[in-house]
């Protein structure tokens, strides 16, 4: 080799040892700078050297990982409700939705002081059919107790391989009532969308169970064959969110931008860093040209369903109809730890157009008021009677078994069918019973108070009220008449026909909250806004 090209060679080589040399000592350094500098490290090596002395000192109590895992669960519950450590089966979990479908009894739960508090059913479902309501607290899942539990560990103690079966111990009512119900699981399919159709006025009606993956797709789906090139005859646009949980904020995000022109705001997200701070706007065209649109909510409308209602409200798109929904303004984020073991932390909260928060972002709140509806109607199955009516299953025997009775009589436009007799019949010979809070206050005062007081007069007038209160609950069978005659005709035409020819026949025509969102509607449609009910 030519002498000058080999000492060019040799100061290459040097000057990129020489480089590679530097770089190592800075990478060395930087991470001794990182080991004396980072908290994290001292603390681990703190409770590694507790537990060695805790098996060495007190060895009855040697189960490090029991211990660490108790350390573990303080932690989280020093954060919010939402957020957890996921053994690799709940992570899987997290995930299995993607698959299409999961088994399980049909609820979503949030962590209770109590046990776990129902925030949705799913319409239905096996925890749908045997009566379990929005707002239950579950306390106990076969033998295990479940206050205290992580909420996605109780999640995964629900679910299970389809026919099996589990019993649920259900608080009602803020705890003065603990029911049992025995539950069989179901392999439930992820069917977003399962009714989509035309109310009696002209509206187009469509009902939302969840916002998983595939959600807008399957509705844009459904939209474009409505819209092919604009429909004029269509009043406006119903979106039924009632009881849906929500999902995923993509999805969310992507169905508001359905509904939307370019240019507007759907949700904005406030981090715990401005890194995580993020906007998402409308970026294309309304598929359904402005139509006038109502979207149903109500306490079980949570997480994506508040940011679509949300969206659409404040953007001037739509009213809401029904309850106040749930109020989970938080976005959570799922982070493997590489052991197939994972964490699910709050990472920040949405707000809408105007700066609106769910949840206040200064404060550490992980519940909040909802958003409440322009045009306010509580559910028929919020109230006292018809609850309980329907956690008796009275309602679901009765018409199951005179299903085809029940089909053949006049329908739900006429008098009253002979099988609404039969049914009051079937109720007063069961062991069914109601008692108003108003009956209950008479009658503790009759067995409680009036013992003091010995004047007859007293005694005969609480008597008396007792009495009339009593007859009043008797009454309530018929009061509540049209609610009832159209759940027995709703149970018995799904059973012989199917969910989507329930909605069709029986749910869409005459569910109130679909009915009065067809008449404000019309009123919209027409230019005239009308007040709330």
């Known amino acids: 080799m030519n002498p000058d090209r080999q000492r060019q060679h040799s100061h290459r080589s040097l000057a990129w ?13 930087g991470l001794a700078v990182f080991v004396l500098t980072e908290p994290n490290l001292d603390h681990q090596s703190t409770m590694a050297l507790s537990l060695r002395l805790i098996g060495f000192l007190y060895p009855e109590a040697n189960d490090s990982g029991s211990l660490v895992a108790l350390a573990r669960d303080a932690v989280f519950k020093n954060l919010d409700r939402y957020s957890g450590y996921l053994e690799p089966r709940e992570l899987e979990q997290i995930t299995e939705e993607f698959s299409g479908s999961y088994g399980g009894i049909g609820i979503t739960i949030v962590a209770h002081p109590r046990g776990l508090m129902v925030m949705s059913v799913r319409e239905g479902g096996p925890a749908d059919r045997v009566g379990i309501c929005i707002g239950d607290v579950i306390i106990r899942a076969d033998t295990a107790e479940l206050a205290g539990i992580n909420a996605y560990l109780a999640s995964f ?11 649920l111990d259900v608080a009602r009512d803020n705890m003065a009532d603990t029911l049992t119900f025995i539950l069989t699981r179901e392999r439930l399919k992820l069917i977003h969308v399962p009714y989509a159709g035309f109310t009696p006025s002209g509206a187009f009606y469509i009902r939302m169970l969840d916002f998983e993956a595939g959600a807008a797709f399957e509705l844009a789906e459904i939209l474009d064959t409505l819209f092919p090139g604009g429909e004029d005859s269509i009043t406006g646009i119903i979106l039924d969110l ?21 240019g507007f705001l759907i949700v ?20 359904t040209g402005g139509l006038p649109m109502a979207i149903i909510v109500d306490r079980g409308s949570a997480s994506a369903s508040e940011i679509v209602s949300g969206a659409l409200k404040y953007a001037g798109r739509a009213v809401l109809v029904g309850d106040t929904t749930f109020g989970k303004g938080l976005v959570q984020e ?4 590489g052991d197939g073991s994972g964490i699910r932390l709050t990472t920040s909260r949405y707000y809408f157009e105007g700066g609106i928060f769910l949840n206040d972002p200064e404060a550490p709140i992980d519940s909040a008021a909802g958003i409440p509806p322009d ?6 199955e919020r109230k006292a009677f018809p609850r309980l009516l329907e956690n008796s299953l009275l309602m679901r025997q009765f018409a199951t078994a005179q299903r085809d009775e029940i089909l053949l009589g006049p329908g739900l436009t006429g008098p009253s069918p ?6 009051v019949a079937y109720v007063r010979r069961s062991d069914f019973s109601y008692e108003s809070e108003l009956t209950e206050l008479v009658r503790y005062t009759k067995d409680h108070v009036i013992l003091r007081n010995s004047r007859d007069a007293t005694v005969r007038a609480v008597k008396r009220l007792l009495a009339l209160a009593r007859e009043d609950d008797s009454r309530q069978i018929y009061e509540y008449r049209d609610y009832i005659k159209q759940r027995l005709y709703q149970i018995a035409v799904e059973s012989k026909y199917g969910l989507a020819r329930a909605y069709q026949d029986v749910i869409v025509p005459f569910r109130p909250e679909i009915r009065l969102a067809e008449k404000i509607l019309s009123g919209l449609a027409a230019g005239a806004g009308e007040g709330s009910p």
């Open 157 to 167: 103690m629900l679910r299970g391989p389809e026919g099996t079966g589990i019993s």
């Open 418 to 423: 002979e099988w609404f007799g039969e049914f």
């Open 242 to 262: 009632r009881g849906n949980p929500g999902g995923l904020l993509n999805e969310a995000v992507a169905i508001a931008d359905i509904f939307l022109d370019e």
């Open 268 to 287: 904005g997200t406030k981090g715990r860093s401005r890194w995580q701070d993020e906007t998402f706007h409308s970026t294309g065209n309304d598929v």
């Open 375 to 380: 045009y306010c109607l509580l559910p028929m």
């Open 17 to 29: 040892t020489l480089g590679l040399f530097f770089s190592i000592v800075i990478i060395v350094a």
């Open 334 to 337: 799922h982070k493997g730890l």
